[in-house]
């Protein structure tokens, strides 16, 4: 069973989305689509209805800290 994780889990969710788009600078990723790409990733287990735009941004900060730490 993959590990499962939610709209709190940055590090999580920052390292997942990196994996999958290693090409992608996380700033230029509009917010419906990264909501989409969050929820298909593999172990995620939040409700789709509980992210906000304060979520989304935190979690696109997360994400392009660790984009920026593997270039």
Known sequence: ?????DWDSLDDIAIGL??????????TV???DLHKWITELPGFAGDPL???ESKLEA???????EWQDRK
């Open 1 to 5: 069973m993959p590990h499962m994780f």
């Open 18 to 27: 990196t994996d999958k788009y290693p090409d992608v600078d996380p700033l």
């Open 30 to 32: 509009r917010f419906t």
């Open 50 to 52: 509980q992210s906000n």
């Open 59 to 65: 979690i696109q900060m997360a994400w392009h800290e």
